[in-house]
T-cell receptor, first 112, second 114 residues
Framework: EDQVTQSPEALRLQEGESSSLNCSYTVSGLRGLFWYRQDPGKGPEFLFT???AGEEKEKERLKATLTKKESFLHITAPKPEDSATYLCAVQAASGGSYIPTFGRGTSLIVHP | DAGITQSPRHKVTETGTPVTLRCHQTENHRYMYWYRQDPGHGLRLIHY???????DKGEVSDGYSVSRSKTEDFLLTLESATSSQTSVYFC?????????????FGSGTRLTVV
């Protein structure tokens, strides 16, 4: 069974204090790993897709990296507007379905 | 969100009544999905559709049915609502079941069953 575990569950940072969120996964062959951002009262918003170990993607203050067992979402010099819940999802390469499995998310609060 | 709308945004209903939630898209995407999101569980797939009249079950499909008679509309029906179905429901769309762009989610429907 595919499993996705995100840590920490919650993270509080001061503005400008860089940190990383973790997404560890167990799947029988990884087709893709997705990162989403979710603001309160809204649906998740797609950020990145990573396909293979060593791959990196960047967007503004966010950088996602991927190894064979986990992905990190690095947040450099965060601002209060980066406060949100960040979701990770993995898509397995095997089996008939390509439906991704979602983690429970990391709630990030950035204080000014 | 642009291209996908859910209705209603909020609903309170009584136990035992049927409830239908609507998802409408203007992107002409083939794939549509219904998820529920609950504290401690994250997003869980209820049903999905891979074309008009083509649907399949997700991991938490008991007590739910879906219909897709047009590309743009995907309906989720709670046949007889129970308190355990109190949740936030999200619809999502994608143009491919294996593509790189992830899903586009709607803004959600908050359903309370009393």
């Amino acid at each position: 069974e595919d499993q996705v575990t995100q840590s920490p569950e919650a993270l509080r940072l001061q503005e400008g204090e860089s940190s990383s969120l973790n997404c560890s996964y167990t799947v029988s062959g990884l087709r893709g790993l997705f990162w989403y951002r979710q603001d309160p009262g809204k649906g998740p918003e797609f950020l990145f897709t990573l396909y293979s170990a060593g791959e990196e993607k960047e967007k503004e203050r966010l950088k996602a990296t991927l190894t064979k067992k986990e992905s990190f979402l690095h947040i450099t010099a965060p601002k209060p507007e980066d406060s949100a819940t960040y979701l990770c999802a993995v898509q397995a390469a095997s089996g008939g379905s390509y439906i991704p499995t979602f983690g429970r998310g990391t709630s990030l609060i950035v204080h000014p | 969100d642009a291209g996908i709308t859910q209705s209603p945004r909020h609903k309170v209903t009584e136990t035992g009544t049927p409830v239908t939630l609507r998802c409408h898209q203007t992107e002409n995407h083939r794939y549509m999905y219904w998820y529920r999101q609950d504290p401690g569980h994250g997003l869980r797939l209820i049903h999905y559709s891979y074309g008009v009249k083509d649907t399949d079950k997700g991991e938490v499909s008991d007590g739910y049915s879906v219909s897709r008679s047009k590309t743009e509309d995907f309906l989720l029906t709670l046949e007889s609502a129970t308190s355990s179905q109190t949740s936030v429901y999200f619809c999502a769309i994608s143009d491919s079941d294996r593509g790189p762009s992830g899903y586009t989610f709607g803004s959600g429907t908050r359903l309370t069953v009393v």
